[in-house]
């Protein structure tokens, strides 16, 4: 008993202590876009994310990767924006119910140049967060999405 207690104990720990990280990436995300160094300090925890880890840190890291397009010479952010994209599309595939990634996506998507033609998902996600937003019960989330729609979305 005392051992399945301890185990109980240390996963709720292990919870805990990812729901933070993952509050302080939502953090770090918003303002990521307004200079170079916070694109960096947006990234710098997600370097070593692969495509195993969970849906949402790739998808964030996709994210980050396209940041970090943003202050690359114009000839290199072609590259940098396909290279970022598989980690967001990957982490759809893998959970395309997840409102968080699917955030991600839209936030990317459209703010991203309409002529690198990654702006195919706009008007989906934005229907599928808008009918998701009512029944999610991260508070961190829904304020996220609130404070998105109410600051970046173009509609």
């Known amino acids: 008993m005392k051992k399945l207690f301890s185990l109980l104990a240390a996963l709720l720990c292990v919870v805990l202590v990812c729901a933070q990280d993952l509050e302080t990436l939502r953090l770090l995300y918003r303002d990521a876009t307004k200079s170079k160094e916070q694109a960096q300090a947006f990234y710098e925890p997600l370097a070593g994310v692969t495509k195993n880890d969970e849906p949402v840190l790739a998808a964030y890291k996709g994210a980050g990767l396209m940041l970090l397009a943003r202050y690359e010479k114009l000839s290199a952010r072609g590259p940098k924006v396909k290279e970022a994209v598989p980690w967001i ?45 009512p029944s999610l019960e991260d508070r961190g989330l829904k304020a996220m999405i609130d404070g998105y729609f109410d600051e970046f979305s173009k509609k």
């Open 89 to 133: 599309e990957q982490a759809i595939a893998s959970e395309p119910n997840n409102a968080e990634i699917r955030l991600i996506r839209l936030s990317v998507q459209e703010h991203l140049p309409k002529f690198l033609k990654y702006n195919h998902s706009i008007e989906d996600d934005r229907q599928f967060i808008r009918q998701a937003l």
